[in-house]
């Protein structure tokens, strides 16, 4: 150890201590995260208690299998779900993804009115005229446009369905609820609209119904 002239032993000094690795000194404090950045450790966003109670009874037994591949991978990729496929629009609004309902909805009106413009749509609602030479071709358009628009529905509601709930997860954990709270949450943003589909559907048949009658006089 080095001394001084009058034998005194040098003292090491903090910078000497830190080189050597005999005292490393005190910690550096970490700056502190604001609350929105830092998790939640009560739960994943993705944990099957919060799965579940978003989409509901059916998670063990269908979407558990659905939206599988969406955890690695949360990119858009094709997917199929017959319940869309055969529905329709009508599954989104079920599901509760109403912007989804709307684009689907706000497509196929635009599409239509597009594709059968010149054409005489006081008549269309005639199945004789339908069948005849005159009304064939708008009856393989609007076949053709309703199949265009189930399939883009059944290739595309499991990921919007898997995309929802995992925004409302999400929000919950940046929120850091506590977890029973965040499950509630969950359940009243999740699971399926009953009631307006059948009140959607009446007034559909209704509507049909009106034309049905106003074409035949």
Known sequence: ??????????????????????????????PELP?????????????????AAYIGPRWESSYRRKLSPFFAEPAFSVSWNWAAFLVGPLWFFYRKLY????GFFVASESLS??????????RMGSGTWLMSSEGR????????????????AGGTANWLLFRKARVASLVATIEQLPEDVAISRLKQRGGVNVLPIVLLVLLQVAAAFLAASASSR
Not at 99 to 102: P, Y
């Open 113 to 122: 009115s597009y594709l059968l413009m010149g054409f005489d749509r006081t």
């Open 137 to 152: 071709p708008v009856l393989i358009i609007v076949s053709g446009l309703t199949f265009a628009i189930h399939l883009a």
């Open 99 to 102: 912007l989804a309902f709307l």
């Open 35 to 51: 609350r929105w950045a830092s998790k939640s450790k009560s739960a994943t966003p993705f944990s099957d208690e919060r799965m």
């Open 1 to 30: 150890m080095p001394t001084h002239e009058n034998g005194v032993p040098d003292q090491p000094t903090p910078e000497s201590n830190r080189a050597t690795g005999d005292n490393p000194g005190p910690p550096v404090p970490q």
